[in-house]
């Protein structure tokens, strides 16, 4: 049920200060098997570049927040950045459970240990029929990503990426392949406007826009190669109308991508209507809407509404609203996870997608589907042309 789901967030604006930065750098081989020794694709093919991720935590001094320690002013953020590198450093991978280990150390959610961001994380599945003990209780040190220490950035012209609407360890495995192909990739955590509970509403639209607008600046000064012409967005579920009310915002962003978003919902896209900043017009790059097609609450009308855009709209068989997000592998890796066995398939066509439309979102539909796996995952593919603009 889309509209349950949409309980998580971001937030807010530029000026910024105060800089405490932890680096993790994550190394992807260029296979897929990699370094998880059996992969856990089963089509999947990673880029030729290694990845870094740089952790940096950043106070935005100009916006209020309920902190945790009480002598804080500002909103701290967390802001994960993986990056393309050619360095093949040979020091220890990480693995999953390093990610949850950074939603542990979320800055102003208020985790007390790590087994809590462990049960809060997995409180999805369970609510969906998973065993709690199957998700609590599994390894994940066991799931080896493809990550390594002290990687230096490629010296390239990157586009950024941003990721809204979930943590690192919900965007992980998207993150590192997008990374793997020369993209620097960038997720925020979601929290509320004053604190943890994530505002469903006009507000957290609001947070979050202004979170990937503060976080794009600090991304820019710290990576010269990010390339500040070239800035694509994507959002998951709620995020779907926050990405496309930043692209309203920020002549920039060249593309961008629905994973099962709001836009793709009649309430969602009232919200984002709603807004001051508002303005048909305005949506004019091309917008990759991936859905569920099965959903009750898909209403496509409002995406084929956006004229001025060209719209590809790709709706995915035996995809719920979950496997748009790490645990469309996870529920793969870990067994009865969500209660039922699935393949690994509609989530690997979901990363596949992604990537093929952002790197070229003129590519013909049957260009971007070309490999039988990925059409054999596709229930319906639209292709709606942009009007001119007089």
């Known amino acids: 049920m889309k509209s349950i789901y949409w309980l998580k967030g971001l937030s807010d604006t530029y000026h910024w200060c105060g800089t405490l930065m932890i680096s993790i ?82 800055p102003g959610v208020g985790y007390t240990d790590i087994s809590q961001a462990k049960s809060d994380y997995f409180s999805w599945a369970v609510s969906e029929g998973g065993s709690r003990e199957q998700a609590t209780q599994f390894d994940l040190s066991s799931i080896k990503m493809r990550a390594r220490h002290s990687l230096t950035p490629a010296p390239v012209d990157a586009p ?97 991508v629905s994973l099962d978003g709001g836009i793709g919902s009649s309430w969602g896209s009232r919200l984002l209507s709603s807004s001051p900043f508002y303005a048909l017009e305005m949506i004019d790059r091309p917008i990759l809407h991936l859905y569920n097609p099965a959903d ?44 039922q066995e699935n393949s690994s398939l509609p989530f690997e066509a979901i990363l596949y997608l992604t990537k093929n439309f952002l790197e070229d979102p003129s590519l013909p539909p049957e260009r971007l589907t070309e490999q039988s796996w990925v059409s054999d995952v596709l229930a319906t593919l639209e292709k709606f042309r942009g009007l001119t603009k007089d």
């Open 160 to 256: 950024v990426f941003l990721l809204m609407h979930g943590s690192a360890i919900d965007f992980c495995f998207m993150a590192e392949y997008l990374a793997s192909y020369g993209f620097i990739v960038v997720v925020v955590p979601s929290k509320g406007y004053l604190n943890k509970a994530f505002d469903v509403d006009g507000k957290g639209l609001e947070s979050q826009i202004r979170d990937y607008e503060f976080a794009l600046n600090v991304v820019k000064s710290r990576f010269q190669d990010a390339r500040s012409d070239t800035v694509c967005v994507a959002g998951f579920s709620f995020g779907g109308q926050s990405a496309l009310g930043f692209a309203i915002r920020q002549p920039s962003v060249s593309a961008v």
């Open 25 to 106: 750098l994550v190394l992807t081989s260029a296979s897929s098997n990699g370094l998880f020794g059996q992969s856990p694709y089963e089509k999947l093919v990673f880029g030729s570049y290694s990845v870094g991720l740089q952790v940096i935590y950043e106070m935005d001094v100009t916006r209020p927040y309920q902190s945790i320690d009480r002598q804080q002013y500002g909103r701290p953020l967390q802001i994960c950045v993986w990056y393309p590198s050619t360095d093949s450093s040979s020091t220890q991978s990480l693995s999953l459970y390093d990610y949850l280990k950074l939603k542990s150390q979320e």
């Open 296 to 339: 009750p609450y898909t209403d496509l009308n409002p995406v084929k509404g956006y004229v001025f855009s060209d719209r590809l709209l790709a709706g995915l068989r035996d995809c719920t609203h979950w496997h748009f997000t790490s645990f469309g592998l996870l529920n793969h890796l870990i067994p009865g996870l969500f209660g």
